[in-house]
C-alpha cells in the first residue's frame, strides 16, 4: 500500500505526469469537442495516455477532467452528464495506476470572472467546484490538483470549497503567471501563495505559461512567504507554429536544467505541462534517481502574520515595521460617510481608502456598521470597491458574524479579521470563518466579565483565545492580541495596564500584538498629542500593528521616528523618503491634495473609477460651461490615459482598468444625453470574435470593453464563431477592423484561416490578433496587421492603425 501522498513527499520527490490534451488530439481528438467526453465514448484513448505516462515512471497521474465542471461541460450541452464523465475520469485512471501511482484529479477554471470583475458570486463560483470536486472525491480520486487558474479568487474559491468537502483530502493548487511576474488580473507569487495556505491548500505552485526559468522564478517568490511544499509543472517552452503543426521548443533534457534548484527550494512534485510527453516525464524522472531527496527547511521565518491583496501582501511582526491599519473607514463620528452607508455609495470607501494608502497605511479596517443598514450588503460593497482601488490587505472590523461573513466572501486575499473575543458565544462564532475563508483574527483581551482591569487577567483571556484558536485550525502566528486601549481621560491608570498587558502576552504567548490607539485621547484636547505619545510607549513596548488616522500627522510622525529608533527601518530609508525635502522646517508629509479643477477633478474620478460622482462631476463641468467635447477630451481622456500609463508600470492591473472604463462610460453616457443624437464621434467600427472550435473568451470581453470605452464601436461575435459568419459580419457592417482571438494551440491556426477567407473575399480590412500563446512572430506569419499582448496593448495599437487617437 502507498503511504499517503502527503507522507510519501516527505521522503521523496514526486513525478506527476505530462500533456494530456494534446496527445487526445493526436489520437482522434476534433478541435471543438469536448476532451472529458472522451471518458465516455473512448475511454481506451484516455487509458491509453495513462498508461504510457505511468510507464515512464510518472508517480502521479491526472485525470482528464480539467474541464469537467458544469460550467466547462454545458458549452458542449454535457452538463447533464457530470457526475458520469468525472467517475469515469478517476475510473479510468485507477484502472491504469492500480496502487502503484496516485490519482490525481485534474480539476481547471471555468472562464469565468468572481464578482466584482465578473458576475459569479463566491457563491455560485464554490458551488461550480464543490459538485465537480465531490464527484471526483466519490469516485475515489487521492487528490485534487487545480491547474492553470489565472484568477486568485475563483481558486480562493474553489480551495474552500473542496476543503468544506473534506478536511483531509489533500488539495494541490497551481496559478498560471505571465511573463512579468503576475497572473493576468495582477496577482503576484507571494499573495498567491500566502492567501492559498491559508485556505488551506496542501502543496502550491505554478503550471502552465513561462518554461522551467520562469516557473523556477515564480515558486522562488512563493518560497519568501510559505512553507508548503512546492509544486512545479513547466510546458515544454512556448509554443511555436511550423508547418501548420504546433511545436513545443523544450526538449526532455532542457526540463531537468532547474531540477537542483528546485530541490534546494523544496519542490516536492515535478510534473509537465503543455507540449511534454511520456518521454519528457522519463527523462525528469530518471534526472531525479540519485539526487538527495531529503527535504530542506525552508519558507519564511516563524511568527510573521502574512496578509495578502489580490496583488500585493503584508508580513506583520518579528523586524517588520509596525504595520498601519487605517481607521478612517468608520462612521463613528462622521456624519456624512453614516449617509452614503444608508444610500449604498461607495465614494467616501473609495477616496479614504486611497488617501490612508497615500498617507502610509499597509492595511485598511473597513468598518460599516451604522443602524438602520444592511451591515452584510454594506460589507460586500466596500470590499468590492477597496479591492479595486488600492493594493492594501483589508481588515474587516465588525462585530456582526454575518457582515464578517460577507466581508471573507468578498475579499481576494487572505484579510484580518477584527475581531473575536475571549467570549464563548464570540469564539464559537467567528473562529470558525476566519479557518474556513483563510484569515488572520484579531483576539480581544475581554470575555463575559468584561475588559480584566489587570494585565494578568487580560493575559489569560488572550491564552483562552490564542488555545481556543488552536483548536479551531488557526496557527498562533495568525492571531493579533488587543490588550484593549481605554480612554485615559476616564481611567488614568489604564494606559500603563495596557502596555503592561502588551508585554506580558508577547512574552507568555509569543504572538503578534495590536492596538487601537486613538481610543485614548478621547475627550481631551488635542487629540493627536496625546495619542501620537501613547502610541509611540507602545510601539517600545513591541507593538506589531496599528490602528490610527494615518492622515494625522503627528501619528505617523512618531510612527517613522519610531521605526528608526527601535531599528525597523533598515538605513533610516522610510524616514528620509518622508522628510528629505524638509530640511529643519517640519511639515507634514502631505496627502496628495484633491484637484480643485474641474478638469482634473473629471480625470482623477476616471482614474479612482469612481462611478458614483462622475455623472455628478460631468454636470458641474457642463454647468461651469464645458462643452462636451472639451468634457471628454479634457477631462475624461486625460484621465483615461493616465491609467493606461500606469498599467504599463505594473502600478495598477486589470480589474482597475475595467472600473476606469466603466466610468468613462457611465460619463460618456451622460454626455450622449447633452449631445442630443450629434453623439460623440465613433473611433472606428470593430468586430470581435473568438475563432471557432475555441470556447474561450475572457481575453476577447475584455479588449471588448476596453475598445468601447475609447470610443470605439464594438460588434461582438461572441466564441466558437465560424470563419463564415466572421466574413459574412465583416462585409455586411463595413468594419474597420476584425479583431480574432484564440486561446489555444489547437485553435489558434483557425486564426490562419479566417484572415486567408477575408482575404479572398475582397474584403479590405484591419485584422488584429491575440490570445495566450499568440506570438508577434506568429501574426506576422499568418498576415494579421496587428498583434497585442493585452487589451492595454490591443487599444493603444488600434488606435494607431486607424490613425485616430
Ligand atoms: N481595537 C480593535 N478595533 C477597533 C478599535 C480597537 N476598531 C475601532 C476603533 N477601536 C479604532 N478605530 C477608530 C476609528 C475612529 C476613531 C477612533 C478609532 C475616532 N473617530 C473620531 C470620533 O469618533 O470622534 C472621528 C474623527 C474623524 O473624523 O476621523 O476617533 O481599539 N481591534
Same mark, same amino acid.
Given at each position: 500500500?502507498?503511504?499517503?501522498?502527503?507522507?510519501?513527499?516527505?521522503?521523496?520527490?514526486?513525478?506527476?505526469?505530462?500533456?494530456m490534451?494534446?496527445?487526445l488530439?493526436?489520437r482522434g481528438l476534433k478541435?471543438?469537442q469536448s476532451p472529458e467526453e472522451m471518458n465516455l465514448n473512448m475511454p481506451d484513448i484516455v487509458a491509453g495516455v495513462h498508461?504510457?505516462?505511468?510507464?515512464?515512471?510518472?508517480?502521479?497521474?491526472?485525470t482528464n477532467s480539467f474541464g469537467g465542471s458544469?460550467?466547462k461541460l454545458s458549452h458542449f450541452g454535457l452538463q447533464d452528464r457530470l457526475k458520469e464523465i468525472n467517475s469515469a475520469a478517476v475510473k479510468i485512471a485507477r484502472e491504469?495506476?492500480?496502487?502503484?501511482?496516485?490519482?490525481?484529479?485534474?480539476?481547471?477554471?471555468?472562464?469565468?470572472?468572481?464578482?466584482?470583475?465578473?458576475?459569479?458570486?463566491?457563491?455560485?463560483?464554490?458551488?461550480?467546484?464543490?459538485?465537480q470536486?465531490?464527484a471526483l472525491?466519490?469516485a475515489?480520486?487521492?487528490?485534487?490538483?487545480?491547474?492553470?487558474?489565472?484568477?486568485?479568487?475563483?481558486?480562493?474559491?474553489?480551495?474552500?470549497?473542496?476543503?468544506?468537502?473534506?478536511?483531509?483530502?489533500?488539495?494541490?493548487?497551481?496559478?498560471?503567471?505571465?511573463?512579468? &511576474?503576475?497572473?493576468? !488580473?495582477? @496577482?503576484?507569487?507571494?499573495? *498567491? =501563495?500566502?492567501?492559498?495556505?491559508?485556505?488551506? #491548500?496542501? $502543496?502550491?505552485?505554478?503550471?502552465?505559461?513561462?518554461?522551467?526559468?520562469?516557473?523556477?522564478?515564480?515558486?522562488?517568490?512563493?518560497?519568501?512567504?510559505?512553507?508548503?511544499?512546492?509544486?512545479?509543472?513547466?510546458?515544454?517552452?512556448?509554443?511555436?507554429?511550423?508547418?501548420?503543426?504546433?511545436?513545443?521548443?523544450?526538449?526532455?533534457?532542457?526540463?531537468?536544467?532547474?531540477?537542483?534548484?528546485?530541490?534546494?527550494?523544496?519542490?516536492?512534485?515535478?510534473?509537465?505541462?503543455?507540449?511534454?510527453?511520456?518521454?519528457?516525464?522519463?527523462?525528469?524522472?530518471?534526472?531525479?534517481?540519485?539526487?538527495?531527496?531529503?527535504?530542506?527547511?525552508?519558507?519564511?521565518?516563524? &511568527?510573521?502574520?502574512? !496578509?495578502? @491583496?489580490?496583488?500585493?501582501? *503584508? =508580513?506583520?511582526?518579528?523586524?517588520?515595521?509596525? #504595520?498601519? $491599519?487605517?481607521?478612517?473607514?468608520?462612521?463613528?463620528?462622521?456624519?456624512?460617510?453614516?449617509?452614503?452607508?444608508?444610500?449604498?455609495?461607495?465614494?467616501?470607501?473609495?477616496?479614504?481608502?486611497?488617501?490612508?494608502?497615500?498617507?502610509?497605511?499597509?492595511?485598511?479596517?473597513?468598518?460599516?456598521?451604522?443602524?438602520?443598514?444592511?451591515?452584510?450588503?454594506?460589507?460586500?460593497?466596500?470590499?468590492?470597491?477597496?479591492?479595486?482601488?488600492?493594493?492594501?490587505?483589508?481588515?474587516?472590523?465588525?462585530?456582526?458574524?454575518?457582515?464578517?461573513?460577507?466581508?471573507?466572501?468578498?475579499?481576494?486575499?487572505?484579510?484580518?479579521?477584527?475581531?473575536?473575543?475571549?467570549?464563548?458565544?464570540?469564539?464559537?462564532?467567528?473562529?470558525?470563518?476566519?479557518?474556513?475563508?483563510?484569515?488572520?483574527?484579531?483576539?480581544? #483581551?475581554?470575555?463575559?466579565?468584561?475588559?480584566?482591569?489587570?494585565?494578568?487577567?487580560?493575559?489569560?483571556?488572550?491564552?483562552?483565545?490564542?488555545?481556543?484558536?488552536?483548536?479551531?485550525?488557526?496557527?498562533?502566528?495568525?492571531?493579533?492580541?488587543?490588550?484593549?486601549?481605554?480612554?485615559?481621560?476616564?481611567?488614568?491608570?489604564?494606559?500603563?495596564?495596557?502596555?503592561?498587558?502588551?508585554?506580558?502576552?508577547?512574552?507568555?504567548?509569543?504572538?503578534?500584538?495590536?492596538?487601537?490607539?486613538?481610543?485614548?485621547?478621547?475627550?481631551?484636547?488635542?487629540?493627536?498629542?496625546?495619542?501620537?505619545?501613547?502610541?509611540?510607549?507602545?510601539?517600545?513596548?513591541?507593538?506589531?500593528?496599528?490602528?490610527?488616522?494615518?492622515?494625522?500627522?503627528?501619528?505617523?510622525?512618531?510612527?517613522?521616528?519610531?521605526?528608526?529608533?527601535?531599528?525597523?527601518?533598515?538605513?533610516?530609508?522610510?524616514?528620509?523618503?518622508?522628510?528629505?525635502?524638509?530640511?529643519?522646517?517640519?511639515?507634514?508629509?502631505?496627502?496628495?491634495?484633491?484637484?480643485?479643477?474641474?478638469?482634473?477633478?473629471?480625470?482623477?474620478?476616471?482614474?479612482?473609477?469612481?462611478?458614483?460622482?462622475?455623472?455628478?462631476?460631468?454636470?458641474?463641468?457642463?454647468?461651469?460651461?464645458?462643452?462636451?467635447?472639451?468634457?471628454?477630451?479634457?477631462?475624461?481622456?486625460?484621465?483615461?490615459?493616465?491609467?493606461?500609463?500606469?498599467?504599463?508600470?505594473?502600478?495598477?492591473?486589470?480589474?482597475?482598468?475595467?472600473?476606469?472604463?466603466?466610468?468613462?462610460?457611465?460619463?460618456?453616457?451622460?454626455?450622449?444625453?447633452?449631445?442630443?443624437?450629434?453623439?460623440?464621434?465613433?473611433?472606428?467600427?470593430?468586430?470581435?470574435?473568438?475563432?471557432?472550435?475555441?470556447?474561450?473568451?475572457?481575453?476577447?470581453?475584455?479588449?471588448?470593453?476596453?475598445?468601447?470605452?475609447?470610443?470605439?464601436?464594438?460588434?461582438?461575435?461572441?466564441?466558437?464563431?465560424?470563419?463564415?459568419?466572421?466574413?459574412?459580419?465583416?462585409?455586411?457592417?463595413?468594419?474597420?477592423?476584425?479583431?480574432?482571438?484564440?486561446?489555444?494551440?489547437?485553435?489558434?491556426?483557425?486564426?490562419?484561416?479566417?484572415?486567408?477567407?477575408?482575404?479572398?473575399?475582397?474584403?479590405?480590412?484591419?485584422?488584429?490578433?491575440?490570445?495566450?500563446?499568440?506570438?508577434?512572430?506568429?501574426?506576422?506569419?499568418?498576415?494579421?496587421?496587428?498583434?497585442?499582448?493585452?487589451?492595454?496593448?490591443?487599444?493603444?495599437?488600434?488606435?494607431?492603425?486607424?490613425?485616430?487617437?
Amino acid at each position: 500500500m502507498k503511504p499517503a501522498l502527503l507522507n510519501a513527499i516527505k521522503d521523496r520527490v514526486l513525478v506527476l505526469d505530462g500533456a494530456m490534451g494534446t496527445l487526445l488530439q493526436e489520437r482522434g481528438l476534433k478541435p471543438g469537442q469536448s476532451p472529458e467526453e472522451m471518458n465516455l465514448n473512448m475511454p481506451d484513448i484516455v487509458a491509453g495516455v495513462h498508461r504510457e505516462y505511468m510507464q515512464a515512471g510518472a508517480d502521479i497521474i491526472v485525470t482528464n477532467s480539467f474541464g469537467g465542471s458544469r460550467e466547462k461541460l454545458s458549452h458542449f450541452g454535457l452538463q447533464d452528464r457530470l457526475k458520469e464523465i468525472n467517475s469515469a475520469a478517476v475510473k479510468i485512471a485507477r484502472e491504469v495506476a492500480g496502487n502503484a501511482a496516485y490519482v490525481g484529479a485534474s480539476i481547471g477554471p471555468t472562464g469565468r470572472f468572481v464578482e466584482p470583475v465578473g458576475d459569479m458570486s463566491f457563491d455560485q463560483m464554490a458551488a461550480v467546484f464543490r459538485e465537480q470536486a465531490s464527484a471526483l472525491i466519490e469516485a475515489g480520486a487521492d487528490l485534487i490538483t487545480f491547474e492553470t487558474f489565472l484568477d486568485i479568487k475563483e481558486l480562493r474559491a474553489a480551495v474552500i470549497a473542496v476543503r468544506e468537502l473534506s478536511a483531509s483530502i489533500p488539495i494541490v493548487a497551481m496559478m498560471t503567471f505571465d511573463d512579468n &511576474g503576475r497572473s493576468v !488580473l495582477g @496577482s503576484s507569487p507571494e499573495a *498567491v =501563495a500566502i492567501t492559498l495556505e491559508a485556505v488551506g #491548500a496542501d $502543496i502550491i505552485g505554478s503550471n502552465c505559461g513561462l518554461g522551467v526559468e520562469g516557473i523556477y522564478n515564480i515558486l522562488a517568490a512563493m518560497r519568501k512567504v510559505t512553507g508548503l511544499p512546492l509544486i512545479a509543472q513547466a510546458n515544454a517552452g512556448l509554443p511555436q507554429l511550423k508547418d501548420g503543426v504546433t511545436v513545443f521548443p523544450a526538449s526532455p533534457e532542457e526540463m531537468t536544467f532547474y531540477h537542483d534548484r528546485f530541490l534546494d527550494l523544496g519542490v516536492r512534485i515535478i510534473g509537465g505541462c503543455c507540449g511534454t510527453t511520456p518521454n519528457h516525464i522519463r527523462v525528469m524522472k530518471d534526472a531525479l534517481a540519485g539526487k538527495d531527496q531529503s527535504m530542506c527547511q525552508v519558507g519564511p521565518s516563524s &511568527g510573521l502574520t502574512l !496578509l495578502s @491583496s489580490r496583488t500585493g501582501y *503584508v =508580513a506583520v511582526g518579528g523586524d517588520n515595521p509596525v #504595520a498601519i $491599519i487605517g481607521e478612517r473607514i468608520n462612521p463613528t463620528g462622521k456624519k456624512g460617510f453614516a449617509s452614503e452607508l444608508r444610500e449604498g455609495k461607495v465614494s467616501y470607501i473609495r477616496k479614504e481608502g486611497s488617501e490612508q494608502v497615500s498617507a502610509g497605511a499597509a492595511l485598511l479596517d473597513v468598518n460599516v456598521g451604522t443602524p438602520g443598514i444592511d451591515e452584510a450588503a454594506a460589507m460586500e460593497r466596500a470590499v468590492f470597491c477597496l479591492t479595486g482601488t488600492v493594493p492594501a490587505p483589508l481588515v474587516l472590523d465588525s462585530s456582526s458574524p454575518e457582515a464578517l461573513e460577507a466581508g471573507l466572501k468578498a475579499a481576494d486575499g487572505k484579510v484580518l479579521v477584527n475581531s473575536v473575543s475571549g467570549e464563548d458565544k464570540s469564539l464559537a462564532r467567528v473562529l470558525p470563518l476566519v479557518k474556513k475563508y483563510g484569515a488572520a483574527v484579531i483576539g480581544l #483581551a475581554l470575555d463575559e466579565q468584561g475588559i480584566p482591569k489587570t494585565a494578568e487577567g487580560r493575559l489569560a483571556v488572550a491564552a483562552k483565545v490564542v488555545d481556543a484558536a488552536g483548536k479551531a485550525g488557526i496557527p498562533s502566528k495568525d492571531i493579533l492580541i488587543d490588550s484593549l486601549t481605554l480612554t485615559v481621560s476616564a481611567e488614568q491608570k489604564g494606559a500603563m495596564e495596557t502596555l503592561r498587558a502588551l508585554r506580558l502576552v508577547k512574552s507568555s504567548l509569543g504572538v503578534n500584538t495590536v492596538l487601537g490607539v486613538s481610543n485614548i485621547s478621547f475627550g481631551l484636547p488635542a487629540r493627536p498629542v496625546i495619542s501620537a505619545v501613547f502610541f509611540s510607549m507602545a510601539m517600545a513596548a513591541g507593538l506589531d500593528a496599528a490602528i490610527i488616522n494615518p492622515k494625522e500627522r503627528q501619528m505617523m510622525d512618531a510612527f517613522r521616528s519610531a521605526m528608526v529608533l527601535l531599528n525597523r527601518d533598515e538605513n533610516s530609508s522610510a524616514y528620509i523618503e518622508a522628510y528629505r525635502d524638509l530640511g529643519d522646517a517640519v511639515q507634514p508629509p502631505s496627502v496628495a491634495a484633491m484637484p480643485v479643477e474641474i478638469r482634473g477633478r473629471l480625470a482623477a474620478a476616471v482614474i479612482n473609477g469612481d462611478r458614483d460622482q462622475v455623472v455628478s462631476l460631468v454636470e458641474e463641468a457642463l454647468a461651469e460651461g464645458l462643452a462636451p467635447v472639451q468634457v471628454s477630451n479634457e477631462g475624461l481622456l486625460p484621465g483615461l490615459e493616465e491609467v493606461g500609463k500606469r498599467f504599463e508600470k505594473n502600478q495598477v492591473f486589470l480589474p482597475q482598468v475595467m472600473r476606469s472604463a466603466e466610468t468613462m462610460q457611465a460619463a460618456f453616457a451622460r454626455l450622449k444625453q447633452e449631445m442630443q443624437g450629434v453623439g460623440l464621434e465613433s473611433k472606428g467600427r470593430i468586430l470581435m470574435a473568438t475563432v471557432e472550435g475555441d470556447i474561450h473568451d475572457i481575453g476577447k470581453n475584455i479588449v471588448c470593453t476596453l475598445l468601447e470605452n475609447h470610443g470605439f464601436e464594438v460588434v461582438d461575435l461572441g466564441k466558437n464563431v465560424s470563419a463564415d459568419t466572421i466574413v459574412r459580419k465583416a462585409s455586411e457592417l463595413q468594419v474597420d477592423a476584425v479583431g480574432l482571438s484564440a486561446l489555444m494551440t489547437t485553435t489558434m491556426s483557425e486564426m490562419e484561416n479566417v484572415l486567408d477567407r477575408l482575404k479572398s473575399a475582397g474584403i479590405k480590412t484591419f485584422s488584429m490578433v491575440g490570445g495566450a500563446v499568440v506570438t508577434q512572430e506568429y501574426a506576422d506569419r499568418i498576415g494579421a496587421d496587428l498583434y497585442a499582448r493585452d487589451a492595454m496593448e490591443a487599444v493603444a495599437r488600434i488606435k494607431e492603425l486607424l490613425g485616430r487617437n
